[in-house]
């Protein structure tokens, strides 16, 4: 697989079910930030792990890295229609000023 | 809350014709990119920019793409002569400081090569 790939592709659920996400990366990393992306529209940033941290929380978002896996998953609780957008991991590799490796992305469908 | 913000949020063009996507990062950030994504693929690094020279650049930035940094307020994606292949969403994205620091990306300018 290629750095920052996200599982599963799609993941359709219901409104007040959490959601999960993983993302897996092959090379080392300086920290993983999630990000958010409604259709057609920016990137929001949702959160930064750095590779010394293990879990990070930010409201209803939760998540978890394990370098020695090289693995990442971000938990939505209690998840609401307006969640529906895809998610994407990115790696922070620094090589001068830092620069970011996407994943595929999750496609993330909360039904009402 | 600040934000990054580009212009213009459509732009089409003729294949051959330059362009220029324009982009103003958040105000006491200090490194700035540019990045791609071509429509169902995955979000490319293009480049990255700190105290007005370019710190890094993909295989995909080549001798067609160039930034600048006008004045203290704007930074500047241009593509001499577009190619269909160009087209795609380009984002421009900014961080305060390098390192383990947040890249804020702006809404992004859909560049349709025709």
């Known amino acids: 697989s290629q750095q920052g790939e996200e599982d599963p592709q799609a993941l359709s659920i219901q409104e007040g079910e959490n959601a999960t996400m993983n993302c897996s990366y092959k090379?080392?990393?300086?920290?993983l930030q999630w990000y958010r992306q409604n259709s057609g529209r920016g990137l929001v940033h949702l959160i930064l792990?750095?590779?010394?941290?293990r879990e990070k929380h930010s409201g209803r978002l939760r998540v978890t890295l394990d370098t020695s896996k090289k693995s990442s998953s971000l938990l939505i609780t209690a998840s609401r229609a307006a969640d529906t957008a895809s998610y994407f991991c990115?790696?922070?590799?620094?090589?001068?000023?830092?620069?970011?490796?996407f994943g595929q992305g999750t496609r993330l469908t909360i039904n009402p | 809350e600040p934000e990054v913000t580009q212009t213009p949020s459509h732009q089409v063009t003729q294949m051959g014709q330059e362009v220029i996507l324009r982009c103003v990062p958040i105000?006491?950030?200090?490194?700035f990119y540019w990045y791609r994504q071509i429509l169902g693929q995955k979000v490319e690094f293009l480049v990255s920019?700190?105290?007005?020279?370019?710190?890094?650049k993909s295989e995909i930035f080549d001798d067609q793409f160039s930034v600048e940094r006008p004045d203290g307020s704007n930074f500047t994606l241009k593509i001499r002569s577009t190619k269909l292949e160009d087209s795609a969403m380009y984002f421009c994205?900014?961080?305060?400081?390098?390192?383990?620091?947040?890249?804020?990306f702006g809404p992004g300018t859909r560049l349709t090569v025709t």
């Open positions: 105000s006491n950030h200090l490194y």
């Open positions: 090379t080392s990393i300086n920290n």
């Open positions: 792990i750095r590779s010394n941290e």
């Open positions: 994205a900014s961080s305060e400081r390098t390192g383990d620091h947040e890249q804020y």
């Open positions: 920019f700190y105290n007005n020279e370019i710190s890094e």
């Open positions: 990115a790696t922070g590799i620094i090589q001068g000023a830092q620069k970011l490796v």
